[in-house]
């Protein structure tokens, strides 16, 4: 069977924020510190993954004939955390993904892979609106016999909100990307959404 790398961004972004310089009470200036991790407006610093979840449909046309893939992804024993810092992040640990796929009306299959001593590395850019562009990965999900190449490599983009208290990051990526190779058209979508409370 195929193994491809499907990507399935999830984060990064930085919120606006201003701050005025105060004076302390020897005279000297402070100014603000856009990489103050402990402040709870901001997506700087660690966050720890609390759940996964995704929902993929693939669609490989050959010679005009659609063969349609549907499937979900969950993450489970996550023990992941992603470091934040104003334009990259890194992303390490253990995590593993139960996927259940159906191909061409068949019964789902079910697996489950672990991938332990993970890196990730990235960089992102904040596009405003909530909402960062990536084009690398975070967690990197093989799934035998599913084509999702359309999205590897593709720009990723992704909607962010934090809790009222900073304490709870959520992503939300919806995307279709339509790709074709030596006459063969690959589809896919994508919509997941990933949840990270802050260290």
């Avoid at 399935?8 to 201003?18: H, N, Q």
């Avoid at 997506?43 to 010679?63: N, P, Y």
């Avoid at 191909?103 to 992102?124: C, F, H, K, M, R």
Wanted: charged share 15%; hydrophobic share 30%; aromatic share 8%.
């Amino acid at each position: 069977m195929k193994k491809t790398s499907l990507l399935l961004l999830i984060f990064i972004s930085l919120t606006a924020f201003t701050c005025e310089n105060e004076a302390l009470d020897d005279g000297v200036e402070e100014t603000a510190n856009t990489n103050n991790t402990n402040n709870p407006g901001t997506l700087l610093g660690t966050w720890r993954a609390v759940s996964l979840e995704a929902d993929i449909q693939t669609t490989t046309t050959i010679l005009g004939i659609p063969i349609s893939t549907t499937g979900t992804i969950t993450g489970v024993d996550l023990d992941y955390t992603v470091t934040f810092t104003e334009n990259t992040y890194v992303a390490t640990g253990d995590y593993s993904i139960e996927s259940s796929f159906s191909i061409a009306g068949e019964a789902p299959t079910t697996t489950t892979q672990s991938l332990t001593d993970q890196t990730n590395s990235g960089n992102y850019e904040d596009v405003g609106n909530n909402t960062i562009v990536t084009n690398d990965p975070f967690f990197t999900i093989t799934t035998p016999g599913v084509d999702t190449s359309a999205i590897t490599g593709e720009p990723q983009q992704l909607t962010y909100q934090l809790s009222a208290d900073g304490q709870t990051l959520t992503f939300v990526q919806d995307q279709q990307e339509i790709q074709t190779q030596d006459g063969i058209e690959y589809s896919v979508d994508v919509s997941s959404v990933s949840v990270f409370s802050r260290e």
